[in-house]
């Protein structure tokens, strides 16, 4: 009794010490409890600029996690390094009443290299926090203060990062001298902010206040183009003894290119007369750079280096050149010297990659906006794009990780915006034709060949150079074929203009149809079978988003004995609606069915009253591939 004594007084001065704040869970407003797995009871975020040099940052949270859906919202990440230091770190949980169970602080902090696969070396670390809570809810607040000595970027004010979550109140204030120009775009926030001035200072604030939590919508655009930022940039800064200016894209790139890139590009003299020698046969410029290119990926891999100004500066070409291997900055660097070499124009672009398409700002340039660096090769009237990390990558492809988006390219006369490739629904095919044989047991057996195009292209690439072994594992799962025994598998490459992998598989399968009461039943989609429906979600608020397009063809050949009869014949189906398009039709020729099925998506943005429609695309499509036929022995 007297050490729980002990332990509550020194929980209470310790929240005194935190403020008087009411965390019960009873003085949530009960609007902001509908959808919420969490609540933000009140977040300040301060930035305080006293030099480009010289910038502090703190913030203090107070989040109630209600069930364990909010978990994430508990987890606090600090990233640092030698010049973003952690000053102070504190933090007290509450019980649902209100009142302190805990405390913690610095030394309860997990600390770990921030470090990704495939990193050699870089100086980032980060410090993580999960509390140990396993009873709902519950409400933790912490406080932390870093400094800074640089004025390069700073952090976008996200008061809502997700769905579930919402908020009584939050709130960023940007303090900086006079005579600092801070640059920031408000997206979805209502009005402007606050500005206040003092004797040798000027003070930005916004805030919002009481905003309900957003539910979780299958098929929704870019959530910036629905939930509240505030991007921050600066005019002029300082970052690890640079300094420079922009205020646009131009100068942005610019500045990049005069700064980071161009001392970068230097080669010894060697390298320069071995690529000179390696394409002095070939007259075509483009051919000229797919040689390089091919012999690029042969010489090197990929491996993250970033230290000090790394996380935006490649390592030198010369360097790449001697070690063989570099990140993506590095890399696309490295190719961008050894076309220099033979006088072949090229541009080191920043990108947003990923397969969700994300473009580059237009009209608000930030370092902050793009995490990958591509090449862009400016053939006249024929664009050429590389993807410089992988070595398996085809000549001008990029694949769903950077196709169809704004991208920065950095140039000697400054920040020129481009849009890599885009690939319509017909480009992104997979295209499977097989024939079958089937027993009277319910065996079958048969071969298979796919092709993948576009953003298909790569769909099995990861297989390729695993063991046979682990190609059957996957295949098996990927397939879902009963009983499934792949006795040979082969992958081809067409690496042309538009690639094509093409997948090869003879297989058998036992017991593939149920036999049941003299009756067989066959499932006639083998391989390509929708088993996912989307939730009917009514009152929808957002618009329906679908990213990116493709057209799957399956055409499947069952070869029958001939004692077996059609009992039932499923009716076709077909289906046409402005998002996309799907036919399920079987025809019968003596012993031989014929199965051919089409499933087409249409890449754009849909009226969010078209949802209901999409929803009831999905739950067709798995009734109709999940028909079987009916044949009587």
């Given at each position: 009794?007297i050490?729980f004594?002990?332990?509550?007084v ?5 929240n005194?010490a ?10 949530i407003?009960k ?19 006293n030099g ?5 940052r703190h913030?203090k949270t ?15 990440v600090l990233?640092?390094d ?6 102070s770190?504190k933090?007290?949980?509450?019980n ?8 913690f ?5 997990k600390?770990?290299?921030a470090?990704?696969d495939?990193t ?6 980060v ?8 009873t709902?809810?519950?409400t ?9 000595k640089?004025s ?18 939050s709130s ?8 600092f120009?801070?640059?920031?775009q408000?997206?979805?926030?209502p009005?402007?902010p606050e ?9 930005f604030?916004?805030?919002v206040?009481?905003v ?5 919508e299958?098929?929704?655009?870019d959530?910036?183009?629905?939930m509240?930022?505030v ?6 800064f ?6 420079g ?8 790139g610019?500045?990049m ?8 590009e230097?080669l ?7 690529i ?8 075509d410029p483009?051919?000229?750079?797919k040689?390089?290119y ?5 010489k ?7 230290i000090?100004?790394?996380g935006?500066?490649p390592?030198?070409?010369?360097d790449?050149?001697?070690l ?16 220099k070499?033979v006088?072949?124009e ?6 947003n990659?990923?397969s969700?398409?994300k ?5 608000f ?15 006249k ?10 070595k398996?990558?085809p ?7 950077t196709d169809?988006?704004?991208?920065l ?6 920040g020129?915006?481009l ?18 044989s089937?027993e009277e047991n ?9 092709r993948f195009?576009?953003t298909?292209y790569d769909n ?5 150079e ?7 594992k996957h295949?098996?799962?990927?397939y879902s074929?009963?009983?499934?025994d ?9 690496k042309?203009?538009?690639?094509v ?7 058998s399968?036992?017991e593939?149809a149920s036999?049941s ?6 499932s006639?989609?083998v391989l390509?079978?929708e088993?996912?429906?989307i ?9 329906v988003?679908i990213n990116?397009?493709f057209l ?14 059609a009992e039932?014949?499923p009716?076709n189906?077909?289906?046409e609606k402005?998002f ?5 039709v079987i025809?019968?020729k ?15 943005t849909y ?25 009587k022995l």
């Amino acid at each position: 009794m007297i050490r729980f004594a002990i332990a509550f007084v020194a929980l209470f001065s310790y929240n005194v010490a935190f403020g008087q704040e009411n965390y019960a869970v009873s003085a949530i407003p009960k609007t902001l409890l509908s959808r919420a797995s969490a609540v933000i009871r009140n977040d300040e975020l301060t930035i305080q600029v006293n030099g480009l040099d010289d910038v502090t940052r703190h913030r203090k949270t107070a989040v109630t996690i209600l069930n364990s859906a909010g978990d994430d919202e508990s987890q606090i990440v600090l990233f640092y390094d030698k010049n973003n230091q952690i000053k102070s770190l504190k933090g007290i949980i509450y019980n649902e009443f209100g009142l302190p169970s805990g405390k913690f602080g610095e030394k309860d902090f997990k600390d770990m290299s921030a470090v990704s696969d495939g990193t050699l070396y870089q100086d980032d670390r980060v410090k993580v926090f999960e509390p140990a809570q396993t009873t709902y809810p519950y409400t933790i607040v912490y406080e932390y203060e870093m400094k800074s000595k640089q004025s390069l970027f700073f952090p976008r004010w996200k008061p809502v990062t997700s769905t579930g979550v919402s908020i009584e109140k939050s709130s960023l204030r940007f303090i900086c001298p006079l005579d600092f120009t801070l640059r920031h775009q408000e997206i979805n926030y209502p009005g402007k902010p606050e500005e206040s001035t003092g004797k040798d200072t000027r003070m930005f604030t916004w805030q919002v206040k009481d905003v309900q939590a957003i539910r979780s919508e299958p098929f929704s655009p870019d959530p910036e183009r629905f939930m509240t930022s505030v991007k921050l940039a600066p005019e002029s800064f300082a970052y690890r003894g640079l300094k420079g200016r922009f205020s646009n894209w131009t100068e942005y790139g610019k500045w990049m290119y005069e700064n980071l890139l161009r001392e970068r590009e230097a080669l010894p003299e060697t390298t320069k007369l071995f690529i000179n020698e390696l394409v002095k046969d070939i007259p075509d410029p483009k051919a000229r750079a797919k040689k390089i290119y091919t012999y690029m990926q042969d010489k090197t891999r990929y491996i993250s280096v970033q230290i000090g100004i790394g996380g935006f500066q490649p390592y030198p070409a010369a360097d790449v050149d001697r070690l063989s291997y570099g990140d993506c900055k590095g890399l696309v660097n490295y190719t961008r010297a050894l076309l220099k070499a033979v006088n072949i124009e090229s541009y080191y672009c920043i990108v947003n990659s990923g397969s969700f398409k994300k473009d580059v700002s237009t009209d608000f340039a930030s370092i902050n906006d793009g995490d990958h660096i591509i090449l862009c090769l400016p053939f006249k009237n024929d664009t050429t794009w590389l993807e410089c990390t992988n070595k398996r990558i085809p000549f001008g492809f990029l694949g769903d990780f950077t196709d169809d988006r704004l991208v920065l390219a950095c140039t000697p006369d400054g920040g020129k915006l481009l849009r890599t490739p885009k690939f319509t629904y017909s480009d992104n095919r997979q295209t499977r034709k097989a024939s079958f044989s089937l027993e009277e047991n319910g065996n079958l057996k048969g071969s298979i060949t796919t092709r993948f195009e576009g953003t298909q292209y790569d769909n099995h690439d990861i297989l390729e150079e695993e063991p046979f072994k682990e190609q059957v594992k996957h295949l098996a799962k990927l397939y879902s074929i009963p009983n499934f025994d792949i006795h040979s598998l082969e992958f081809k490459k067409e690496k042309d203009v538009k690639p094509v992998t093409i997948e090869n598989i003879n297989f058998s399968s036992r017991e593939y149809a149920s036999l049941s009461n003299g009756r067989m039943y066959l499932s006639m989609n083998v391989l390509n079978k929708e088993n996912h429906t989307i939730p009917d979600i009514r009152n929808r608020t957002n618009l329906v988003y679908i990213n990116r397009g493709f057209l799957d063809e399956d055409e499947y050949i069952f070869e029958i004995p001939a004692k077996l009869k059609a009992e039932h014949i499923p009716g076709n189906t077909v289906i046409e609606k402005p998002f996309g398009k799907y036919s399920a039709v079987i025809s019968i020729k003596g012993n031989v069915i014929t199965y051919h099925r089409t499933l087409q998506f249409n890449e754009g943005t849909y009226p969010k009253e078209q949802y209901s429609d999409l929803a009831k695309f999905y739950q067709d499509i798995v009734e109709a591939d999940n028909s079987r036929l009916v044949l009587k022995l």
